[in-house]
């Protein structure tokens, strides 16, 4: 199965679909964003025909409260917003819970691939690799810490 598997990959990555060839918005939601207690939505836009940018305004809504907002461009082996792509992003967050204030930055990147299911829904997934920092307050108290962490999508969209 595994020997079938990365030919099978090569072969979707490089092929040209027409599905949305002549869309250029995509208006999507990371379903994996309800599992850590984020409300979000991506609007992405292509600008030329391999490169695209996206923003996402992101509401934390678990025990904590906070704002953040990510956004980024992505280089799209096919004609963008489809296909194969490379993701260079960063981001802003403030967060608040129990007295605890905090506020932290990120930068990356990933790989990805979006696929029209349909003229205009879309399936993304992406896994990349982020750049955390992060500063926590108490009071007159505050602590910073940094480093690596790994990060991944798969979204719903719906591209116009």
Known sequence: MKKLLIPLLVVLALSTPTLGAEKKSVVSIDLLDFTRDVASFRYERAY??????HVSPRLLIGDASGLGVLGGMRWYIDLAPRGLFFDM???LAS???????????WFGGGAGYKFFASESFTIEGCLGVSYITATASV?????????FATTSSLSLGYAF
């Open 139 to 147: 009071g007159f108290f505050s602590v910073s810490a940094s480093g």
């Open 89 to 91: 992003v960063g981001g």
């Open 48 to 53: 030329s025909p391999h490169w695209s940018f």
């Open 95 to 105: 967060v608040s819970s129990g007295g605890v204030t905090g506020t932290g930055y």
